[in-house]
């Protein structure tokens, strides 16, 4: 052989390994922002329902409340709570849960009604 075509097939093992291990690198990387992506959706929905029974605690207080919650800490993120009346005794209620880049929406609706003289935040339904 000569010393060109040693040359040449040189370059090309350098660049047939240089691409092999982009492919790994690439791969690896790739992998590890999937899997964060899956635990932050997850811990997103475990907090959008915690905010969810926070709100849920406030409305068996007192049925007319609407203040919400904002940017509240919990754990590995943090939730929102929003609160707004959607008919003339309907309301709804937004949860929402962010962990990473991850954000998780819970919307449910229920009605404020008495029952035996007792007015309470009744047939709640999620989403």
């Given at each position: 052989m000569s010393s060109r075509t040693v040359r040449y097939l040189i370059v090309l093992i350098v660049i047939c390994t240089t691409c092999i291990a982009l492919f790994f690198a690439i791969r690896h990387f790739?992998?590890?922002?999937?899997?964060?992506?899956?635990?932050?959706?997850?811990?997103?929905k475990e907090i959008a329902e915690y905010g969810l029974e926070q709100a849920l605690i406030n409305l068996s207080q007192d049925p007319f409340w609407n203040q919400g919650f904002k940017n509240i800490v919990h754990?590995?993120?943090?939730?929102n709570v929003v609160v707004a009346q959607v008919a003339d005794?309907?309301?709804?209620?937004?949860?929402?849960?962010?962990?990473?880049?991850?954000k998780k929406e819970i919307p449910c609706r229920y009605f404020i009604a008495a029952k035996d003289g007792v007015v309470k935040a009744r047939g709640l339904k999620c989403e």
């Amino acid at each position: 052989m000569s010393s060109r075509t040693v040359r040449y097939l040189i370059v090309l093992i350098v660049i047939c390994t240089t691409c092999i291990a982009l492919f790994f690198a690439i791969r690896h990387f790739t992998a590890r922002e999937i899997v964060q992506r899956e635990l932050d959706s997850a811990a997103a929905k475990e907090i959008a329902e915690y905010g969810l029974e926070q709100a849920l605690i406030n409305l068996s207080q007192d049925p007319f409340w609407n203040q919400g919650f904002k940017n509240i800490v919990h754990k590995t993120g943090f939730y929102n709570v929003v609160v707004a009346q959607v008919a003339d005794s309907e309301y709804q209620v937004i949860t929402t849960g962010r962990a990473g880049k991850m954000k998780k929406e819970i919307p449910c609706r229920y009605f404020i009604a008495a029952k035996d003289g007792v007015v309470k935040a009744r047939g709640l339904k999620c989403e």
